[in-house]
């Protein structure tokens, strides 16, 4: 997922049931994301108008993958409010996934399984072929001005 300032997707839907104060059910997953931030994406494109890198196929994002849980925690943080993640157990959770596909809830196998795996991508091959060895924002730095922003607009 790109995400920055103005960002219009699924971080926000996030953001918007978090900002609620609404508590995070699904604690007991320790899923793991990797996000690139529009300030990555935008360093790594300037760098290859400048050098010459061999064709191919190339994962961006950046360095650190983030769960889920601490992407509540990094929103909550930049509101300035206390992260509400409960750990339901995962056979409640799956339990009620299964009730949801057969009485059509919001929560059903497939949603679930969205929300709580891993989505994880490695950035080593651009970053090698540039030249370089980390990405010049870390995840959380990027979340966090992405986060500020979302504010930033309500308040506007």
């Given at each position: 997922m790109i995400h920055g300032p103005g960002n219009k997707g699924n971080l926000n839907l996030l953001y918007n049931i978090v900002s609620k104060g609404i508590p995070w059910p699904l604690g007991a997953f320790e899923n793991r994301r990797t996000f690139t931030s529009i300030d990555n994406l935008c360093y790594i494109i300037n760098n290859l108008l400048i050098k010459d890198v061999k064709t191919g196929i190339y994962n961006m994002n950046d360095d650190e993958a983030i769960s889920t849980n601490e992407l509540i925690e990094i929103i909550c943080t930049a509101l300035g409010k206390k992260a509400h993640i409960w750990k339901t157990p995962k056979g409640l959770v799956y339990l009620l996934a299964r009730i949801g596909d057969i009485i059509h809830l919001p929560l059903n196998t497939e949603?679930?399984?969205?929300?709580?795996?891993?989505?994880?991508?490695?950035?080593?091959?651009?970053?090698?072929?540039?030249?370089?060895?980390?990405?010049?924002?870390?995840?959380?730095?990027?979340?966090?001005?992405?986060?500020?922003?979302f504010s930033k607009e309500k308040n506007q």
């Amino acid at each position: 997922m790109i995400h920055g300032p103005g960002n219009k997707g699924n971080l926000n839907l996030l953001y918007n049931i978090v900002s609620k104060g609404i508590p995070w059910p699904l604690g007991a997953f320790e899923n793991r994301r990797t996000f690139t931030s529009i300030d990555n994406l935008c360093y790594i494109i300037n760098n290859l108008l400048i050098k010459d890198v061999k064709t191919g196929i190339y994962n961006m994002n950046d360095d650190e993958a983030i769960s889920t849980n601490e992407l509540i925690e990094i929103i909550c943080t930049a509101l300035g409010k206390k992260a509400h993640i409960w750990k339901t157990p995962k056979g409640l959770v799956y339990l009620l996934a299964r009730i949801g596909d057969i009485i059509h809830l919001p929560l059903n196998t497939e949603r679930l399984k969205k929300l709580t795996e891993n989505y994880i991508a490695s950035n080593k091959k651009i970053k090698d072929e540039l030249g370089i060895s980390k990405m010049p924002v870390r995840a959380k730095d990027g979340l966090n001005k992405t986060i500020l922003s979302f504010s930033k607009e309500k308040n506007q």
